[in-house]
Structure formats: C-alpha cells, structure tokens
C-alpha cells in the first residue's frame, strides 16, 4: 500500500521548513527587540550659532540602523555652507548632530553684488553689516552663485594670498591691477604679485623683507614682485 504524498513531503521537508519558520520568527524577534531597544528618542545638535532644522519623519527610527554615511553625503551635496556633519550615535536613545560651518575668509565683490567666499573659493551667501571687517577682492566677475566653488585665478590667488599674509600683514583688499597682476593692500603697503605661479614662493619673498625692514626699524610703501628681484619704494 502507498503512502500518500503529502505524509512523504512532510516527512521529507517538514523540519527543514519548521526550522526556517523558527529562523523568521527569531529575526523578527530580534529585529523587533532591536529597533524599540535603540529608537532615537532624543536628538542633540552641537556646534555654536548653528540652527539645525530636523524633520523626524524623514529620519530612521533606530540608532541601529542609521545611514550615518549616506546622509552625510546628501547633506554636503544640497549644503554648500557645511564644511562637514557628522552624526554620532549614544546609545541607547540619543543622536548626536555636529555640522561645521565653512567660514568666510573674504568679501568678493562682483560687478552687481558681493557675496562671502571661503578658503577653498567656495561662495557662501552674500555679505551682511558682520562681514564688513573681511579682506576685499574686487573682480569683475558678472555672475555667481551660492555653493559655487570659484576657479577664476584672480580669485583663488586672491584669497590664497590674503589667507597667507594673516599672520605677516593683515590685508585689506585685493584687486586686478592688469591682465596678469593683482594689487594687494595693507594700511600702510601697496604689493604688486602675478595672478599665477606660486603663492607660497610670494609669501616666503614677502616675508623675509618684511622681516628684513622690522629689524630695521622702517617699512615699505610700496613692493612689486612680479620681476625676479622685488621693487621696493619707501
């Protein structure tokens, strides 16, 4: 006498298909367990001056399973004024958000408008009354816009050059003298240098002469370095 077919299948299958529903219920369990254990109950922004928005619908419910890497990726993309964001999870109920600012090293004054740039040439928003005290760069540049990075070389030697010079002569403005040259200055100091070539090869020049004249005790009006020997004029 036969034994029917579905006494054979179970007997067959029947405790590989009973320890595959076991596996499904404890994942689900443990995923259950998991996902409650670490649900993102607080959210901490840390940094000064900063005012961070958070949509909680948008966000992952679990500290488990938080995108940390991605959406880091998306925020820097669709927001030029952070230089970074990181996210830090505290467990069991915390997530920590610490975004960094890019900070403006200049005002660039444009041919209809004057926005902030940073170091890396990045344009951040248009200057207000608090940005009044920066360095200027003048450049007849029509159009920009916000998070555009800059690749014009009078602006990037600009802000190279005025970044360089913080700590040897605080410098005041930057403008096109010619096709080829930038005039810098200072209260007291006028310095002619090439919009190409090497800045720091400029600082380095400009600081032993400066040095040179402290010790001295007197000090230019006025320095040309796009000769290989520097004009100077007092």
């Known amino acids: ?8 299948f179970l007997r067959k299958f029947g405790k590989v298909i009973g320890y595959v529903v076991l596996i499904v219920l404890f994942s689900g369990v443990v995923y259950w367990f998991c996902t409650k254990m670490f649900t993102i109950n607080n959210i901490v922004v840390v940094g000064n001056n900063i005012q961070v928005q958070v949509d909680g619908s948008r966000l992952p419910k679990t500290l488990l399973l938080f995108p940390a890497g991605k959406l880091r990726a998306q925020l820097l993309a669709t927001n030029p004024i952070l230089a970074d964001i990181q996210f ?20 660039l004054a444009l041919v209809s408008r004057e926005v902030l740039v940073d170091e890396g040439a990045i344009v ?13 760069i003048v450049v007849p540049i029509t159009v920009v816009r916000i998070g555009e990075k800059i690749s014009d070389p009078r602006v990037t030697a600009g802000i190279a050059f005025i970044t360089g010079m913080r700590d040897i002569l605080p410098i005041c403005s930057v403008s096109v003298e010619d096709e080829q040259s930038l005039r810098a200055k200072s209260d007291k100091l006028d310095i002619l240098f ?16 400066l ?7 007197t000090l230019p ?5 796009r000769f290989n020997k520097p004009i100077i004029k007092f």
């Open 1 to 8: 006498m036969m034994k029917p077919k579905r006494s054979i």
């Open 88 to 107: 830090q999870k505290k467990y069991p109920h915390t997530l920590v958000i610490v975004p960094t600012l890019r900070s403006a090293v200049a005002r």
């Open 124 to 136: 951040l928003t248009d200057t207000d009354a608090a940005s009044a005290n920066l360095p200027r």
């Open 194 to 209: 090439p919009q190409r070539g090497s800045t720091a090869a400029i600082l380095a020049t400009l600081q032993t002469l």
């Open 211 to 217: 040095s040179g004249f402290r010790i001295k005790g």
């Open 221 to 225: 009006t006025f320095i040309d370095l």
